[in-house]
């Protein structure tokens, strides 16, 4: 048995700013507070959220504009509810939200010089809308219910898609978060610390040839990790895979860069073959404990 109405009101008062909770310690604000939740559960009801989580959110929600009842009466509580659900990885809300809103972006999709694949764009959008980044809650945690729920998903598809298009493409912005660690590292190596300082700007021309050589899902992982902390769990849950498909991937991304930056550190360095060798053999294993730092995980994790 969940908190019942009176509890619930409660709840909503002591939410509210201190200088409004008198205006919603009223009979009309639990009243209007009862017709929301009723019809949030009735749109939804194989959703489950804690109800007085729920209505914390509901007080954060409302216009700071209008009288409490006012704005309880013309928030979409529905989607409101759909939406915080899914803000908390309720299974039954994801789903439901997949299932109803996903497919209008086909529509946007087929418009769009998006420059990358349907099925790539598409988990940039999950991952834009449902998954908390570094100290940022998820996306769909600012949807505050004062439009329907549709049309604020596909104005984030479509700030989402301007940005792709418009460029410069985010994997830049990767390209200069990893080179920055690879050449800021400290390192007790003499010899390592002097072709750092070298070839530094060889490596850093170096680094945007060897991300363009790789698979849009290598540079995604390689960008979501980058930029937004992702762990492997998050990983596997914007990909829809398990976390050990992840450790795979994260495997083969990791030899494909050293690879990538292999080459084209070779066609860059003017060096003899002894000292080319050398220096190749130094940035393999620098480049190896970046993408440790980077992802946070061993290759080991594979076997889970």
Not at 95 to 112: G, H, Q, W, Y
Not at 192 to 206: G, I, N, P
Not at 209 to 214: P, Q, R
Not at 286 to 302: C, K, M, N, S, Y
Request: aromatic residues 6%; glycine residues 4%.
């Amino acid at each position: 048995m969940g908190p019942d109405l009176s509890e619930l009101h409660a709840v909503l008062v002591r939410a509210l700013p201190d200088g409004r909770r008198g205006e919603a310690d009223t009979h009309a604000v639990a009243k209007q507070l009862s017709k929301v939740l009723e019809q949030a559960r009735g749109a939804h009801p194989g959703v489950r959220v804690k109800q007085s989580a729920f209505v914390e959110h509901l007080a954060r929600a409302l216009a700071v504009d209008e009288p409490i009842a006012t704005s309880l009466s013309a928030v979409q509580a529905a989607d409101l509810y759909l939406a915080f659900a899914c803000s908390t990885g309720d299974a039954d809300a994801l789903r439901r939200f997949e299932n109803e809103l996903f497919p209008e972006l086909d529509k946007i999709l087929a418009a769009s010089d998006a420059p990358l694949p349907r099925t790539d764009v598409l988990q940039l959008i999950r991952e834009r809308v449902f998954v908390r980044r570094r100290e940022r809650p998820a996306r769909i945690a600012e949807y505050r219910g004062q439009s329907e729920l549709r049309n604020w998903f596909r104005l984030v598809a479509l700030r989402l898609l301007a940005n792709l298009t418009r460029g410069p493409h985010s994997d830049s912005e990767a390209e200069v978060e990893f080179s920055e660690q690879l050449l800021s590292m400290a390192t007790p190596d003499s010899e390592l610390q002097y072709l750092k300082a070298k070839y530094r700007a060889e490596f850093s021309a170096a680094i945007p040839e060897a991300f363009a050589a790789l698979s849009p899902r290598e540079r995604n992982l390689l960008r979501l990790s980058l930029l937004e902390g992702l762990s492997i769990d998050q990983l596997g849950a914007v990909h829809g895979v398990h976390r050990a498909t992840v450790a795979r991937w994260i495997v083969s991304t990791k030899a494909s860069l050293a690879k990538a930056l292999h080459r084209a550190l070779k066609s860059r360095l003017q060096v003899d073959q002894a000292e080319l060798e050398s220096i190749l053999r130094l940035i393999e294993s620098q480049v190896h404990i970046t993408l440790e730092r980077v992802f946070g995980t061993d290759d080991g994790a594979a076997d889970g």
